[in-house]
């Protein structure tokens, strides 16, 4: 079975550009979340999507979305890129919300913001 | 926050068991503690989780305590390729789930 996947894989945009990142869980799986990961903060919860439906957010300006697909891949958007906002992205899935339920995590978006 | 504490980093001796502990003394009752590790910035690798119970599987066995305020995450023959930042968390449910991430124990694996 294929693991989580994540596109792209590197990135480069220019301060106050948007950009939008794209994840496919595996395949069975409808849960999906999102963090960051920045050597100063770690990795940070951005938010937690199950059945199209955002049921959990981190704390993270509103410049952060995201979305869910009725097939459970989801995008997540940042809006007016800062250079703090340089980090590794990643995408992680779940077959089910319930506790108990394995996450996994795909490679990651490397974004560099200049 | 995170609700589990870690010691920052930790050594061992390749082929001798790795024990890295964790602290998680506020978790609820249907709360599960999970492992992971992160390889030098690849995603975090699931390794295993539980509730109450001893669990093992092919990675790696979990020890929890009795009153589940700590637990154990056993390597019992560490390599080298096991040096890696490992992760224990709570994820904790609030309508939805979240998965706060401390910083982790720093495994350092010596030949």
């Known amino acids: 079975k294929a693991g989580v996947t994540q596109t792209p894989r590197y990135l480069i945009k220019t301060r106050g550009q948007q950009v939008t990142l794209s994840c496919s869980p595996i395949?069975?799986?409808?849960?999906v979340s999102w963090y960051q990961q920045t050597p100063g903060q770690g990795l940070q919860f951005l938010f937690e999507y199950f059945s199209e439906t955002q049921r959990n957010k981190g704390n993270f300006p509103g410049r952060f979305s995201g979305r869910q697909f009725s097939n459970s891949r989801s995008e997540m958007n940042v809006s007016t890129l800062e250079l703090g906002d340089s980090a590794l992205y990643l995408c992680?899935?779940?077959?089910?919300?319930?506790?108990?339920?394995?996450?996994?995590f795909g490679p990651g978006t490397r974004l560099t913001v200049t | 926050d995170a609700k589990t504490t870690q010691p920052p980093s930790m050594d061992c001796a390749e082929g001798r068991a790795a024990n890295l502990p964790c602290n998680h003394s506020?978790?609820?009752?249907?709360?599960?503690v999970y492992w992971y590790r992160q390889i030098h910035s690849q995603g975090p690798q699931y390794i295993i989780h539980?509730?109450?119970n001893n669990e093992t599987n092919e990675m790696a066995s979990l020890i929890i305590t009795e009153d589940r305020k700590s637990s154990t995450l056993i390597l019992p023959h560490a390599t080298l390729r096991d040096t890696a930042v490992y992760y224990c968390?709570?994820?904790?449910?609030?309508?939805?789930?979240?998965?706060?991430f401390g910083a982790g124990t720093r495994l350092f694996v010596k030949a």
């Open positions: 395949s069975g799986h409808r849960s």
């Open positions: 539980g509730l109450k």
């Open positions: 992680a899935s779940s077959p089910d919300p319930g506790q108990g339920s394995e996450q996994y």
């Open positions: 968390i709570v994820r904790v449910y609030t309508g939805g789930f979240k998965t706060i």
């Open positions: 506020t978790i609820s009752g249907n709360e599960y």
